[in-house]
């Protein structure tokens, strides 16, 4: 990366130390974010994992052409089941009625965090550590609160990916350019809205439980 033509170089940063005196203390160096090769082995190691989205939204179907309500609706009893939210009296009679089926994808969603977890220490552990070999198998010997300190970190990570501050100003990218003797040349067209990419740190809106 450093032979890269940077107008403005990578921000440097402290690395963090993780895990305590009993479970041993890790220096992990912090980046501002995953790289492609982190985001990459995650993806890898959930691969053959059934999404549990997908058998909320399942389920969410199942409760719908039952109960005569929309998907929507069923998938929000869903939800509310999951982070224990209190439900309108109809709602829970639905969600009473359905209980079992729901409770396999409350126990869906709770298993599918804790792979998602493992996977990203087990990532962070292999670049950033460099122990290439390292496994799954390798991080769920760790000790509780060392995995949950990397997986602290890995969040850390991730949001500071969209953080404004981390997006330079037109004014400072045009004093770097100024500096390296490299001013903006204008190409006369004007840019096109069709291809604009997404404002940093804002999400698309997600499609409707019924798409």
Request: hydrophobic share 40%; proline share 5%.
């Amino acid at each position: 990366m450093s032979a890269l033509p940077w107008v403005a170089a990578p921000r440097q940063h402290l690395p963090r130390r993780v895990g305590t005196l009993d479970s041993g203390i890790l220096e992990i160096p912090v980046l501002g974010g995953l790289t492609v090769d982190e985001a990459d082995t995650i993806s890898e190691l959930l691969a053959d994992d059934q999404s549990a989205f997908v058998k909320g939204a399942q389920l969410a179907d199942a409760i719908a052409t039952e109960e005569g309500i929309s998907i929507a609706e069923a998938f929000a009893i869903i939800e509310q089941a999951i982070t224990g939210t209190t439900l309108e009296e109809a709602a829970e009679a639905i969600r009473l009625k359905h209980a079992s089926r729901i409770e396999e994808v409350v126990r869906c969603y709770s298993t599918a965090g804790s792979r998602t977890m493992s996977a990203s220490v087990t990532a962070v552990i292999r670049h950033r550590l460099d122990r290439p070999a390292w496994g799954l198998g390798d991080t769920r010997k760790l000790p509780q609160v060392l995995r949950q300190d990397i997986w602290q970190l890995v969040q850390d990570e991730q949001a500071a990916e969209g953080l404004a501050e981390n997006r330079p100003s037109e004014e400072e990218l045009g004093k770097q350019r100024r500096a390296n003797g490299r001013g903006r040349r204008r190409t006369g067209a004007a840019s096109s809205g069709a291809c604009a990419m997404p404002t940093p740190g804002r999400s698309a809106e997600p499609p409707s439980a019924e798409s």
